[in-house]
T-cell receptor, first 115, second 109 residues
């Protein structure tokens, strides 16, 4: 299957700082990637759809100025949590569509803790 | 948007038992995937099964698209099967997945 990698896997930051999370498709090109968020004991909720070379599409209720998404190449999408606050603490997971298939593959996830 | 319901929400088994997890969805789908989320949070792809039946070792899955449900079968369960099992669907091929609430499976030795 296709491999999607995220970095960092864990990050702890102070309130008010910005954090960048990277999502890479290692062995295939991904024109579209998706960013999800998961709170403890809950399901995954889609935050935004990241399209290579164009602006991301955000789900209702997700602040685009707070969660900056950049998809500058066919193998890399980044999520930047700006001016992070404790309520932004969560598990962030990216996914990418495998080439020539409708199947989505997920990264390992990034656990953000904002103090 | 599409609704995805999974049942049961929690399931406790003794090692060696069999189980069936169900996923109901409210609209036609072009993609349906089953995942196992391990204790570290990673989603492991189990099946890509918008229709039909597939088997992989002790696991198998069946999707009856016309009746809008999918089943995941786990046979001879092991403690390492513990975790959360998610069903996720998409109404258009290649589009975002909508997740169910998951089934928390605990397999006791």
């Amino acid at each position: 299957g296709a491999v999607v990698s995220q970095h960092p896997s864990r990050v702890i930051c102070k309130s008010g700082t910005s954090v960048k999370i990277e999502c890479r498709s290692l062995d295939f090109q991904a024109t579209t990637m998706f960013w999800y968020r998961q709170f403890p004991k809950q399901s995954l909720m889609l935050m935004a759809t990241s399209n290579e070379g164009s602006k991301a599409t955000y789900e209702q209720g997700v602040e685009k100025d707070k969660f900056l998404i950049n998809h500058a190449s066919l193998t890399l999408s980044t999520l930047t949590v700006t001016s992070a606050h404790p309520e932004d603490s969560s598990f962030y997971i990216c996914s990418a569509l495998g080439q020539n298939t409708g199947e989505l593959f997920f990264g390992e996830g990034s656990r953000l803790t904002v103090l | 948007g599409i609704q995805v319901e999974q049942s049961p929400p929690d399931l406790i088994l003794q090692e060696g038992a069999n189980s069936t997890l169900r996923c109901n969805f409210s609209d036609s789908v072009n993609n349906l995937q089953w995942f196992h989320q391990n204790p570290w949070g990673q989603l492991i792809n189990l099946f890509y099964i918008p229709s039909g039946t597939k088997q992989n070792g002790r696991l198998s899955a069946t999707t009856v698209a016309t009746e809008r449900y999918s089943l995941l079968y786990i046979s001879s369960s092991q403690t390492t099967d513990s975790g959360v099992y998610f069903c996720a669907v998409a109404t258009t091929s290649g589009s975002r997945l909508t997740f169910g609430e998951g089934t928390q499976l605990t397999v006791n030795p």
